[in-house]
């Protein structure tokens, strides 16, 4: 038994070799058209359309109008209405006159400015009271539309009928 299944092992082995012993030419078909061949057939692209591409190209102004370029996202004034930044302040620190190391050479005293926090911190919409300052002056301009349409509503129903049928 254990004989019959070393061979079939072994011939199992032999078979999947065999197959590492071929060689690409016996796999691939030379005649093949390559990959640049296959691209431009799906795509219908041929060097005359590359060359009126490049050549329309080359025609159009390398940068846009300034603009065309109005009201674009990310829309700067909405970031940082939206996402204001928060206060970052400077620290002073006083460094004592010291020596360095080994050499012992002086250093006289300075200051030097960091900031608080490592990165600039940005408050979520709504969290500042500039954004709570901008909510109650939309509804409150909201509101006072209300009003105006009502009393146009108004004054509406007051006026007389001119032409009567």
């Known amino acids: 038994m254990l004989n019959l299944s070393i061979n079939t092992l072994i011939l199992c082995a032999l078979f999947f070799l065999a197959g590492c012993a071929s060689h690409l030419d016996d796999v691939v078909d030379p005649n093949a058209p390559t990959m640049k061949t296959v691209y431009e057939n799906y795509t219908g692209v041929d060097q005359e359309r ?3 591409r490049q050549a329309v190209l080359m025609q159009r102004p ?3 109008p300034a603009d065309l370029q109005v009201g674009l ?3 700067p004034e909405r970031l940082d209405h939206l996402y204001p930044r928060l206060p ?4 002073f620190m006083y460094v004592r006159p010291h020596v360095l190391g080994i050499s012992g050479a002086p250093v006289p005293a300075y200051l030097t400015r960091f900031s608080m926090y490592e990165r600039q911190p940005y408050a979520l919409p709504g969290e500042t009271l500039d954004a709570a300052k901008i909510l109650s002056d939309y509804q409150v301009e909201k509101m006072n539309a209300r009003e105006a349409e009502q009393d146009h509503e108004a004054e509406d129903e007051t006026k ?3 032409f009567h049928e």
């Open 88 to 91: 970052n302040p400077d620290l």
């Open 73 to 75: 996202p990310p829309h």
């Open 62 to 64: 390398a940068v846009e």
């Open 50 to 52: 590359i060359t009126e």
């Open 160 to 162: 007389p009928e001119l």
